[in-house]
């Protein structure tokens, strides 16, 4: 059975860092796409950032690119999300998503997180 559980989220203030974690299991490590989803209130899930199967390809949302990291441990099936310079834009449920590639878009995952709240707000 796949899980994935994502940690790490919390109320950051403007201009500030979080580390987000997936933790994938029932997957084997190198064959799936790894990537972060996020939905703000009211809005529809949108792409955050997707790394390849063997993590040597990453993409980003325009909206974070320079400002998000994501990688992956592939020993221990983790997947991270660095977020620094955050925004209150930034606001939303974050959810780790798996897919057979790089996922891109929501069509292109197979399995989802629950999610976790990061809150950037003064």
């Known amino acids: 059975q796949v899980q994935l559980v994502e940690s790490g989220g919390g109320l950051v203030q403007p201009g500030g860092s979080l580390r987000l974690f997936c933790a994938a299991s029932g997957l084997t490590p190198g064959t799936y796409g790894m990537g972060w989803f996020r939905q703000a209130p009211g809005k529809e899930r949108v792409f955050v950032a997707t790394i390849s199967r063997s993590g040597a390809t990453t993409n980003y949302a325009d909206s974070v690119k320079g400002r998000f990291t994501i990688s992956r441990d592939m020993a221990k099936n983790l997947v991270f999300l660095q977020m620094n310079s955050l925004k209150p834009e930034d606001t939303a449920v974050y959810y780790c998503?798996?897919?057979?590639?790089?996922?891109?878009?929501?069509?292109?995952?197979?399995?989802w997180g629950q999610g976790t709240q990061v809150t950037v707000s003064s």
């Open positions: 998503a798996a897919g057979p590639y790089s996922v891109l878009m929501p069509e292109r995952v197979s399995f």
